[in-house]
C-alpha cells in the first residue's frame, strides 16, 4: 500500500448546467504507483479533464463530486477541508494546464512568477526562492537570465517548459498534466517530453498525462487508461494495449492513427459521434458505435471494468478474438 | 497514388516556379522589414495527383496555399495552373473562372460557416455565385448530390439546419461539399482535420480520398502529421522557415529522407510501431523568425552537421533523380 500514490475509486463527477447535472466522470477507479506514469486518452468530452481537476480539487463552482473517493497517499481528498488541500496542492500534488501559452500572467516577469509559487507554500527568503527558481529553469534547459523576461519574449516551448518548470518546482510527488503538449508543434512536443522523462527518472515523481493523442501516450506511458463518455473503458499496461486492445473503442482509436512506419493501409476511424451526457444511450455508450453491437449491448446498465488477463481491465464483456473479423488483433495489432 | 501513372498526357495541374511571397511589416520600429513567409518555393503538383505540404507553424505553408488561391498576390516567381502561367486578374469574370478551378478547404469547420445561415443558404451561394444551376428542380438536386457524396443524408434533413446544430465533423463535410459544388480542379486542403476529434478524422480522409477518385480532382494536402500525409498523398514537400527542404515521393521521403530537418521531423512525430525506445532528438530549438531569416540555409543553426558554408549561401533544391529534391549540402555530396 505504501507504494500507492494516488488511489480513484468510483469517483462520479459532473457539473449542473441550465439544462440538467451532466455527469462528466461516471464511476472511475483506478490507482497510481509511486513513479508511474499513467496516460489518459479520449476525446474532447470523455471527461480526462474534468477528471484531472477533480483529483486536484480544482473543479468550477458548477462542478461536483457525487459520490466516489480520490486517495492521495491514503488521505481522502474529497471531503479534506480547503485549507489542507491548499497545503498540499503545488508541494504534494501539481498540475501543468493545457493552454501554457496563456497560463502565465503577461505582466508579471518568468522570475516573479516562479518565487510567487514558492513564497505561497513555503517561509523561504527572496534569495533562496530565486536560488530555487534558477535551480529548475535550468532543469529545463532554460538560462537563469530569462528570470527577468516575460512571457511574450517567450517562445511556445519555452513557455511550457516554464510551466513545467513551475509545477515542480516544490518538487510535488504527483504531477498532473492536461494536454501539455498539444498547442505545440511535434519537434517541440518532443523535446519536452523527452524533458518530461529525464526529470521524472531524476526526481521520481508521479505523472497523469491527459491527451486525445493516443500514438504519444502507447509509446511515453507505463499503463495507459482510455475512456469514452465519462466511463474508462480500458486500463492496462500501455504496450499490452497496444498490441492487443480489449475494448472496441481502443481498438477504434487505434485505427484513427495513419502508421508513418508501418505497412499502408486503409484506416476506418469510428462511425458516429460521441454520445451526450445529458441523456447518455442505454446499456454500453460505445454500442450505437460499436461494430460489434449486440442487442444485448443496448439495455441494462453500462458494463463497468471487469478483469481481461494479466494486469489488465476491459469494459466490454465480450473478449475482442471471438468477433466476427478478428479486428485489429488480427493484424498483429499494428497502427 | 496509382493516379499519378498518365500524368505526362495532361498539364501538371499545377507548377510553382521560384514564387516569393513578404509581408512588409507596418510598425515604424521594423521599417523596411518584412516576413519572409515563402522563399524560393517550386513544387509540380502533377493532374489527378496529390502532394503534401508537411511543415510546422510557421514554415509557410498556409500562405503557399492562400498565394495559390490567389487570395493575395506572389510577389515574384510564376504560378501555372492547368498549363496557364497566371495574370493579373482583368475582371471579375476571370477571377470567378479562376476561383471556381482552385478550391480552398479551411481548418476551421467552427469559423468557416456563417453561423447565421442555414447549411441549404450556404451550399447554395457558390452554384448562384458560378451559375452553375439551370433552375429550381437543378439547384435542389446539386444540393441534394453534394450533401449526400459527403455522407450527409438525407439531405433535406441538413439542408434546413443551421451550422451550430451540426458537429465538428459534419460541418467539416459541409465545408468539403461546398468545396466541390463548383467542380474544381485543383482543391488545396489546410489542415482539414486538424480540429476534429480524433474518431472521426479518418471518416472525412478517406471520404477526401474517395472524392479525389471521384472527381479526378488533384489534390494540395497541408498539414503538420508526417503520418497524415503519407496516407493522403503519392508525394510530399517539407517546408521548414518559408522554403522547401525535400520534396519527393512520400514513401522515399518518409523511409529515407535525405534532409537533417526531415529527418528530425520523422524522429519527433509519433510512431508506436517502431517501439518504446527511441533515439533521442538531435536537434533542438525552434522555427527562427521570419523577419530576419538566418543566412543560408534557414535550417543551420539548429543542424547538427551543418559546416561553415551553411552559413553563407542559402543550398540550390539539388535534383537527386526519382522525383526527389533536396535543399542541402550534403545531398551533393
Redesign the interface.
Known amino acids: 500500500m505504501g507504494d500507492t500514490m494516488l488511489e480513484v475509486r468510483n469517483l462520479r463527477a459532473g457539473y449542473a448546467t441550465a439544462k440538467g447535472f451532466v455527469r462528466a466522470v461516471d464511476d472511475v477507479s483506478f490507482s497510481l504507483r509511486r513513479g508511474e506514469f499513467l496516460g489518459i486518452a479520449g ?2 468530452g470523455c471527461g480526462k479533464s474534468t477528471l484531472a481537476y477533480a483529483i486536484m480539487r480544482l473543479l468550477r463552482d458548477n462542478a461536483r463530486v457525487e459520490s466516489g473517493g480520490l486517495l492521495f497517499k491514503g488521505r481522502d481528498l474529497v471531503p479534506m477541508p480547503a485549507a489542507e488541500v491548499d497545503a498540499l496542492r503545488w508541494t504534494d500534488m501539481a498540475m501543468v494546464f493545457q493552454s501554457a501559452m496563456n497560463a502565465l500572467n503577461p505582466v508579471l516577469s518568468i522570475g516573479e512568477q516562479l518565487t510567487d509559487a514558492v513564497h505561497a507554500h513555503r517561509s523561504v527568503s527572496r534569495d533562496e526562492a530565486e536560488a530555487m527558481a534558477v535551480e529548475m529553469l535550468a532543469l529545463v ?1 532554460i538560462n537563469a537570465d530569462r528570470l527577468r523576461s516575460y512571457p511574450h519574449q517567450l ?3 519555452m513557455k511550457q517548459r516554464v510551466m513545467i518548470a513551475m509545477a515542480l518546482i516544490l518538487k510535488p510527488e504527483l504531477l498532473i498534466m492536461d494536454e501539455p503538449t498539444t498547442a505545440l ?7 519536452i517530453i ?1 524533458k518530461i522523462e529525464e526529470l521524472r527518472s531524476r526526481l521520481g515523481f508521479s505523472v497523469i498525462f491527459i491527451t ?5 501516450l ?2 511515453i506511458s507505463d499503463s495507459l487508461g482510455i475512456m469514452y463518455a465519462g466511463r474508462m473503458v480500458e486500463y492496462g499496461p500501455a ?1 499490452a494495449l ?1 498490441n492487443e486492445p480489449r475494448h472496441p473503442y481502443t481498438e ?2 487505434m ?8 505497412p ?1 493501409r ?6 458516429g ?2 454520445p451526450d451526457l445529458l441523456s447518455p444511450p442505454p446499456g454500453c455508450r460505445y454500442a450505437p ?1 460499436c461494430r460489434y453491437a449486440r442487442p444485448a449491448c443496448s439495455v441494462g446498465d453500462c458494463p463497468g471494468l471487469a478483469p481481461s488477463g494479466e494486469g489488465r481491465l476491459s469494459a466490454c464483456p465480450y473478449p475482442m478474438g471471438g468477433r466476427p473479423d478478428g479486428g485489429v488483433a488480427g493484424e498483429g495489432g ?2 | 497514388m496509382s493516379d499519378e501513372r498518365d500524368a505526362a498526357a495532361r498539364p501538371a495541374a499545377l507548377e510553382l516556379r521560384s514564387v516569393v511571397k513578404r509581408f512588409p511589416l507596418r510598425s515604424l520600429a521594423a521599417y523596411g522589414k518584412a516576413v519572409h513567409a515563402m522563399d524560393d518555393v517550386s513544387f509540380v503538383l502533377e493532374a489527378g495527383g496529390s502532394l503534401a505540404l508537411v511543415g510546422e507553424s510557421g514554415s509557410g505553408k498556409t500562405t503557399t496555399a492562400s498565394v495559390i488561391a490567389r487570395l493575395y498576390e506572389r510577389d515574384s516567381g510564376d504560378l501555372v495552373v492547368d498549363g496557364e502561367p497566371a495574370r493579373p486578374f482583368r475582371n471579375r469574370a476571370e477571377s470567378l473562372a479562376y476561383k471556381k478551378k482552385v478550391q480552398l478547404i479551411f481548418q476551421d469547420p467552427f469559423g468557416s460557416l456563417n453561423p447565421t445561415h442555414t447549411i441549404r443558404s450556404i451550399l447554395e451561394r457558390p452554384f448562384l455565385i458560378h451559375g452553375l444551376a439551370d433552375g429550381k428542380a437543378d439547384l435542389e438536386a446539386r444540393l441534394s448530390e453534394a450533401l449526400e457524396q459527403v455522407g450527409l443524408s438525407p439531405a433535406a434533413e441538413y439542408l434546413r439546419r443551421f451550422p451550430h446544430e451540426l458537429s465538428g465533423g459534419q460541418r467539416q463535410r459541409v465545408n468539403i461539399a461546398r468545396t466541390f459544388a463548383v467542380e474544381p480542379s485543383i482543391v488545396l486542403a489546410d489542415e482539414p482535420t486538424s480540429m476534429l476529434d480524433v474518431s472521426i478524422r479518418m471518416g472525412v480522409m478517406n471520404m477526401m480520398l474517395d472524392l479525389k477518385e471521384r472527381k479526378g480532382v488533384s489534390y494540395l494536402y497541408i498539414t503538420h502529421d508526417l503520418a497524415g500525409a503519407r496516407y493522403m498523398c503519392g508525394s510530399i514537400a517539407v517546408m521548414y522557415a518559408g522554403m522547401i527542404m525535400e520534396i519527393g515521393p512520400t514513401e522515399d521521403v518518409i523511409r529515407d529522407a535525405v534532409h537533417p530537418y526531415v529527418k528530425l521531423l520523422k524522429s519527433a512525430s509519433p510512431s508506436p510501431e517502431s517501439g518504446l525506445a527511441r533515439a533521442p532528438l538531435d536537434a533542438s530549438g525552434e522555427i527562427p523568425s521570419l523577419i530576419d531569416p538566418p543566412s543560408g540555409c534557414r535550417f543551420h543553426p539548429r543542424c547538427p552537421y551543418a559546416e561553415p558554408r551553411c552559413r553563407e549561401a542559402v543550398p540550390e533544391l539539388a535534383d537527386l533523380g526519382g522525383g526527389r529534391r533536396v535543399r542541402c549540402v550534403l545531398a551533393l555530396r
Open positions: 476525446e474532447s534547459d517562445s511556445g516551448g508543434d511535434v519537434v517541440v512536443q518532443r523535446s523527452e486525445h493523442d493516443l500514438s504519444l502507447v509509446e504496450a497496444f477504434g482509436l485505427n484513427s492513427f495513419p502508421s508513418l512506419t508501418g499502408l486503409r484506416m476506418d476511424g469510428i462511425e459521434r460521441t458505435r499494428r497502427l
